[in-house]
């Protein structure tokens, strides 16, 4: 097990002589939702990338062991970002630094989610871990055909049943755990419309099929209502976005166990200069799209939906998107700091099929925690300002103490 430093900007291994198979974080405030409460002046103890026990302080640490005393701070699960694009070990940082230590990828150009899986298992890099998704199925590959030369096969186009399932399975072939397809155009292009439906429902069950005999699920890109309806009843895990969903949507997502992904926050971006996105009909587009998006969310907050988090960004570095930016909206919108929490850790945990692993502060699962300044059951703002990171039981930063 290694254990990591930030140096000079950059994630790097510690020398063997300094490693320690064990680390506490002392004197903490457990903010976990699952619990729905707090466990005051505790002492979590990490051994061999677990949990490996909750203590009472005072408390005396095991010899050798890293001591972290957060000083009364909150420790709180690592957070989970249901829908990204990281593509390089500098976005992973970033990520990493802003409080995830979970992402379910939404594609990227070249198998680089795959590649950035491997490296963390191996522990070549700190987390955060990644539910890798590969190529985009969509019906034109572009660029994405220069992942694998089977894809070329497909340049024009990728609509027909040979064309879908064979897309799936070179996916499949590169160990992907999600299928990502579409329902609907993009948001962030200014010569789209994002409520025009792409793949009819006949298309997505080909892909959801196809899919299933790898055992993995399908996420579908959808704004527009009858695209994501389609998705929906061709049997997607989750619809991502959903801008323009109707009730009908809506229930029947309540009724088949789907999970929406609003990205909320990068709407927020679409309608403001600087970003991932900074183009004038975008922001325009923005400003209609926000509070229709907001309207979703509190309709499918009242009717029961599961909601998750997901920046939608490529934690590039003019990026403004975060998961404490999306818990921060999601409460305003009117979930509670609690079921904010929750979007961000157990709730996306379940829809990634990780929840038996991580996403809570219990005995056993993997020791992926943050430390923030303040309560965030009180303030969900709090998990914007991050102190510690510790994924898989490795610290990847720690800003303790301020003193000196």
């Known amino acids: 097990m290694r254990q990591w430093i930030l140096v000079a900007g950059f994630v790097a291994p510690l020398a063997a002589a300094a490693q320690s198979p064990v680390v506490v974080l002392r004197h903490a405030n457990l903010a976990d939702g699952a619990r729905g ?37 909150y420790v709180v699960p690592g957070l989970i970002d249901a829908h990204t694009h990281i593509a390089s070990l500098a976005s992973a940082r970033r990520a990493l630094e802003s409080g995830v230590t979970t992402v379910r990828s939404a594609s990227t150009s070249n198998y680089q989610d795959v590649a950035i899986r491997e490296l963390v298992k191996q522990g070549v890099i700190p987390g955060p871990d990644v539910v890798a998704a590969g190529v985009f199925v969509t019906p034109d590959l572009g660029e994405t055909m220069l992942a694998d030369p089977k894809l070329g096969a497909f340049a024009g186009g990728v609509t027909s049943e040979a064309a879908l399932r064979a897309v799936v399975r070179v996916n499949l072939e590169h160990g992907v755990n999600v299928i990502k397809t579409r329902g609907t155009e993009r948001a962030g292009l200014p010569n789209t419309d994002p409520r025009k439906q792409t793949y009819t429902e006949q298309q997505l069950a080909w892909i959801v099929d196809e899919a299933a005999k790898g055992g993995v699920p399908v996420m579908a890109h ?52 600087g970003g991932d996105y900074d183009d004038p009909v975008l922001t325009l587009r923005g400003a209609h799209m926000l509070p229709r998006l907001g309207e979703t969310v509190q309709r499918a907050h009242r009717m029961g ?100």
Not at 228 to 239: E, L, Q
Not at 258 to 263: G, I, K, N, Q
Request: net charge negative; aromatic share 4%; glycine share 10%.
């Open 37 to 73: 409460a707090i466990a005051t002046n505790s002492a979590l103890v990490i051994r061999n990338g677990q949990i490996a026990s909750i203590e009472n302080e005072p408390f005396a640490p095991p010899a050798g062991a890293t001591v972290i005393d957060v000083g009364g701070r």
């Open 305 to 404: 939906v599961r909601i998750a988090t997901g920046a939608d960004t490529q934690y590039g570095p003019e990026s403004l998107s975060r998961v404490s930016g999306e818990v921060a909206a999601l409460v305003e919108l009117g979930l509670t700091p609690l079921e904010g929490l929750r979007a961000a850790t157990t709730v996306a945990a379940d829809l990634l099929g990780v929840g038996s692993r991580t996403g809570t502060l219990q005995v056993g699962m993997e020791a992926d925690v943050i430390v923030v300044e303040r309560n965030p059951l009180q303030d969900p703002r709090a998990l914007a300002d991050v102190l510690v990171v510790i994924s898989n039981g490795r610290v990847a930063l720690n800003r303790l103490p301020f003193g000196r």
């Open 222 to 273: 959808a704004h527009g209502d009858e695209g994501a309806y389609a998705a929906v009843k061709a049997g997607v895990r989750s619809i991502d976005h959903g801008t323009y969903l109707s009730d009908s949507t809506l229930a029947l997502m309540r009724q088949r166990g789907t999970f929406l992904v609003p990205t909320y926050i990068t709407v927020v971006d679409l309608t403001r200069p």
